[in-house]
């Protein structure tokens, strides 16, 4: 029997008002989806959802979505878009009197939603709750929540929407949510799922070739597997691309992983260096249970290995964050936006 989502990432609409980013910009008022107009008018809505509950001006809501083009009366539309979403979100609001949604401070506009009301907010919490539950020495139940917070991530972040900022957020959650990719395939690696990581990580590696991290965690994949051959292979391949086009040499934690292979040393995993980019990338610490993503904590978990509970790995490869999902993707968590670098 298949688990069932936490509450958190269930994709039912509940009452009130409820927001999608991670995917196109959609909106629900009371199970009801809401027609939000024009591109630029879901683009400042978009604007608003991402500095949900925080002031955001006028002045950086016309730069955000105009940019340098030519507008000559930008007030004004931001205050037509503005009178527009407040019907759709208090319909049975009285004209003239404040909204409690969205409210204006100023010269400044707030989007009042908590995070269960959008779909980042989500996404954000369970990743939170997953890794303090990796911290706590809960690796499965971590295992589970990543599992279930990326399935419920339908790829490319701010479909539809266009603008300078936008453009630069469309590309930092497709760097955010690639690294939390990384941390579930850590994850799955602690948990035994070496066997049916390998063709993803064959997937991920080819569509972003310049990130180290998923070529050790390929390496490691094969190595577990009995395929050493296939393992130095990959790593050569890693070698070879980034000398070929940039000009440099593997860093350290990929040639410690070859070392460690070569050496024939029980399992890599456990001398990989601390994963930087998952705990950083979204203001954490990182977990600290060892493993590729906790640094040189402690020697290789055998029982971990042996556990029971294998993860779900229903998975596929990464899809362009500004292109369509390629026809070897298809649902799962792995079908990751995150092809372009954060700016």
């Known amino acids: 029997m298949t688990p069932s989502l936490p509450l958190s990432l269930s994709t039912a609409h509940p009452a009130g008002l409820s927001f999608e980013l991670l995917g196109e910009v959609r909106g629900w008022r009371d199970g009801a989806e809401i027609p939000l107009g024009a591109p630029r008018q879901r683009a400042l809505l978009a604007v608003l959802l991402l500095r949900a509950g925080s002031p955001v001006s006028r002045d950086h809501l016309i730069d955000g979505i105009w940019g340098d083009a030519a507008v000559t009366d930008g007030p004004n539309l931001v205050q037509a878009y503005i009178s527009k979403l407040r019907r759709l979100?208090?319909?049975d609001r009285a004209p003239r009197t404040a909204g409690g949604v969205l409210t204006r401070i100023g010269a400044s506009y707030r989007l009042s939603v908590g995070p269960e009301q959008y779909d980042l907010g989500r996404f954000e919490r369970s990743v939170a709750e997953a890794r303090e539950r990796r911290a706590a020495g809960q690796p499965q139940a971590a295992e589970r929540m990543l599992t279930a917070a990326l399935a419920a991530w339908p790829g490319p972040a701010l479909t539809g929407v266009t603008g300078p900022l936008l453009d630069v957020e469309r590309a930092r959650l497709a760097e955010l949510r690639l690294a939390v990719v990384e941390e579930h395939a850590e994850l799955a690696l602690q948990l035994g799922g070496h066997a049916r990581l390998v063709p993803h990580l064959f997937v991920l590696t080819a569509e972003h070739p310049y990130r180290e991290r998923l070529w050790a965690l390929l390496m490691i994949a094969l190595y577990r597997g009995s395929r050493q051959a296939d393992a130095l292979a990959a790593y050569q391949r890693a070698r070879h691309t980034l000398m070929e086009n940039l000009g440099l040499v593997p860093g350290p934690e990929l040639r410690r992983v070859e070392e460690a292979i070569l050496a024939g040393?029980?399992?890599?995993?456990?001398?990989?260096?601390?994963?930087?980019?998952?705990g950083a990338a979204?203001?954490?610490?990182?977990p600290g249970d060892g493993g590729l993503g906790g640094g040189p904590a402690g020697p290789y978990d055998a029982a971990a290995?042996?556990?029971p509970a294998r993860p779900r790995l229903t998975l596929v490869g990464s899809a362009p964050a500004t292109g369509p999902v390629p026809r070897a993707a298809a649902g799962g968590p792995w079908a990751d936006g995150?092809?372009?670098?954060?700016?």
């Open 305 to 307: 290995d042996a556990a």
């Open 282 to 286: 979204w203001g954490h610490d990182g």
């Open 265 to 278: 040393r029980p399992d890599p995993l456990a001398l990989a260096a601390p994963a930087e980019s998952a």
């Open 89 to 91: 979100f208090e319909p």
């Open 338 to 343: 995150a092809a372009r670098p954060a700016r």
